[in-house]
């Protein structure tokens, strides 16, 4: 339902002028981030907040990340700061990480949906430092899409989805990660990554030895089971189409995909290609470079597949090197666990 007249504004200094004074009373602003775009709003505004779960359409149980512009705002936002979480922010703040911590009485329910804890972002991108500094306020945001749909990595794929559901969008280049922030639970005795991003398991590693995975980070949720990350029991990433993951050696996968094109000749099939190979039949986007670009160009092409009208997408998987874990999370959820190893 359209009812809003979002504006589109750049990065300029009046336009983040303008952006911020729309947080400041209670709007709904989307930014561009190095990991995926953003749909803030006043962390301290109730209402505010509640909105942007309406322009989403996301569940209310699913708590959002708390932006902040300099550490200084921290203590506005959590309790107390862990040890593990002052390691992690000398060495990844700001950047594309997001930590756990005990919330401070401040940070109202709708952003934690209840929980006791909060997640805190830092981010390294100078227009979203901008934005929030202007705005003088921790900005709650998710990624700035349609719940359930692929995020987004250029200001095209959020005015798709937002368009007269938001105030503003501000639209930067491209997101030069391409998939979210790292998420490190940091409230138990080791820290916990929630979710893989850029910032992978071993460089964590380096800084603290007893980093852990989440089990539930490529292995989906049995049924009933409560995650420690209520976003995972969501479906997401999931473009129109009916995506399935074809994983294994590239010569395997290649005649793998050959033949399931085969058998679904009559329907419009797409297939993500991470390995060059070439395939007669079937509407194919390329990868390159290596995990880290597939997980940049990802959600971008997964929303090209619904651009050009496929039906079904087979999805390459061959390369394992750092960023596997993460591009996996993202594939595996893209396509409802659907995997295919051959
Ligand atoms: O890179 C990013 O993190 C982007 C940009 C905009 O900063 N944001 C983003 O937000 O990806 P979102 O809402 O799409 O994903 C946040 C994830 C969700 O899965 C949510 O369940 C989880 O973080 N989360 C948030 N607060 C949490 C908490 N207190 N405990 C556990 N998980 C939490
Ligand atoms: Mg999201």
Redesign the pocket.
Known sequence: MITINTQILGEDEKSIKTAAEILRNGGLVAFP?E?????GADAANENAVKKIFKAKG?PSD????V?ISTPDMLPEIVRHIPECAKILMDAFMPG?I?L?MN?NSRVGNAV??G?D???V?F?SHETARRLISEAGVPVA????NLSGKP?PTIARHVICDLNGRVDAIISGGECS?G???T?I?CTGEYPVI??P?IITYDDIKEYIPEIQTDKNVLTALKEGEAP?????KYKHYAPDADVTVVEGEPSAVASAIKKLISENAGKKIGVLSCTGEKYDGAFTLYTKNGNAGYAHSLFTLLRGFDEEGVDIVFAEFCINDKYSVSVKNRLYKSAGNKIIYV
């Open positions: 981030t990991t995926v775009y953003g749909l996301r699913n708590p959002l990340i932006h594309p997001t756990i919330k934690t949906a929980l804890t909060v997640a972002r981010p945001a998710p990624s700035a995020s990660a998939v979210e922030s998420v639970d929630l979710r991003g420690k990350c209520p976003g995972m």
